[in-house]
């Protein structure tokens, strides 16, 4: 076993990009989750689509916006775990957010696309990557 350094008994200070990053990325999956409710509450006062189509966006909504919120939440916590997930999502925000904007809903496609953007270079801050980078340093 290596030795551990000092600075290790310390608790670690997680970066403002790193939780604000977190903040946005819990923001995002909690909209998401809300989207999955209105979703489940259409489909049972018979919306017009069907039940499957209506439960089965629902339920995609649930896992995939659950799992951004559980990141942007152990984010704004200071796990690294969650990096992975909110920045895939982000990525994945920016074709939505360029469909919104060419199919003329600026409405939603601005805060989408700004939203990804802003929370992209939270994450990719030199703070933010600094302090992931350490959760792999092997020199101690």
């Known amino acids: 076993m290596g030795e551990q350094r000092a600075d290790d008994q310390v608790p670690e200070q997680t ?3 790193v939780r604000a990053a977190g903040a946005l990325a819990a923001l995002e999956g ?5 989207i999955a409710i209105v979703l ?3 489909g049972a006062t018979g919306g017009g689509h069907s039940a499957g189509e ?3 966006t629902a339920a995609w909504f649930v896992i995939l916006a659950g799992a951004v919120l559980a990141a942007g939440i152990g984010l704004y916590r200071g ?17 939505v957010a360029w469909y919104m904007l060419s199919s003329h809903r600026y409405d939603l496609g601005i805060p989408v696309g ?3 953007l802003v929370t992209l270079g939270l994450l990719f801050a030199p703070a933010s990557t600094e302090w992931m980078a350490r959760g792999y340093d092997a020199t101690a």
């Open 15 to 17: 970066p403002g990009t």
């Open 30 to 34: 909690l909209i998401g989750v809300i």
């Open 40 to 42: 489940v509450v259409q």
């Open 54 to 56: 209506v439960y089965g």
């Open 79 to 95: 796990r690294r775990w969650g990096r992975a997930i909110a920045v895939i999502a982000q990525i994945l925000l920016l074709p």
């Open 114 to 116: 700004l939203g990804a």
